[in-house]
């Protein structure tokens, strides 16, 4: 029989990986049942994405092989105390949660438990999706390429011990924000140069899309890719000074060290 795959908490990251899920063909709609804190959100995610929906967690809980908590980090200890007794047998659990670990997680039910930590990104819902994951030692080899299936019919997946997963949502996880930070700031300089706003938003996402692939597929340091931009005495390392000047790398050091910090900050103990 064909396993059902459950979402507590059907927001921004369990929609995308439900879109990216559907979207790939591995999993069919009446696959997955989901529920919510409002009807809004089930009656929304039913109208996309044609799923089970329901108010009810233990209902989620009882049905679901795996089983998605896709709450916030702060609701999980409410909702883990009002499922621990509804999982079915079996069932591999998937926390996306900043911080939350997964001895938190297994706490709530007997032992045996089977956990997996995950840090997944939004790019999910176009199949370009980047998870970190971790698993606890009760998950078998099968469970865990079941779990990275799943995961990798809506993008790329990196297997990490779980001390290393702190640092994924500045990398990856988070990092897709300030990506579209940088689009706009791009958008609004094509602005300002008097191209139209939507030739800038073009212009500016093919640009990023095509460097991250050119790291990707040719394998080149960054380093070396950016020299191939940089003509002598040209406007590239003109445009590369003032960034420099304007400590560009050092924002972004910054930056990645508070989400890292806030991350740990939200799995509390
Ligand atoms: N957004 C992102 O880019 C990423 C997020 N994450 C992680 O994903 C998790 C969810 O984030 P995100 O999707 O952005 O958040 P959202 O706020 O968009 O979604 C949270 C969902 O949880 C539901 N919910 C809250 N409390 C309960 C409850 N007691 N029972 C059932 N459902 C509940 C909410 O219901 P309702 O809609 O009715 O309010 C909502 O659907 C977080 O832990 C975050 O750390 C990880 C990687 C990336
Ligand atoms: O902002 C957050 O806390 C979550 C974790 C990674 C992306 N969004």
Redesign the pocket.
Known sequence: MKQTIGF?????????MIGGMLNSGLVAPQQIMA????????EYVKGKFNILTTES?VSVARESDVLF?????Y?HE??LT?IAEHLKANAVIV??????KIEKVASFFASGVKVVRT????PSLVGAGMTAMSANSEVTREELQNVITLFKSFGEVELLPESQIDAI?AIS??S??YVYMFIEALADGGVRQGLSRSQSYRLAAQAVLGAAKMVLETGKHPGELKDQVTSPGGATIAAVATLEEEGMRSAVLKAMESCTNR?KE?GGK
């Open positions: 507590i908490g059907c927001g921004k990251m369990a929609q995308a529920s919510a804190r409002s009807e809004k959100t089930l967690n908590l896709a709450i916030q980090p609701g409410d909702v009002e926390t996306i949660a900043a911080g939350v840090m997944p990104n939004t949502p996880g988070s897709p924000a991350a939200l």
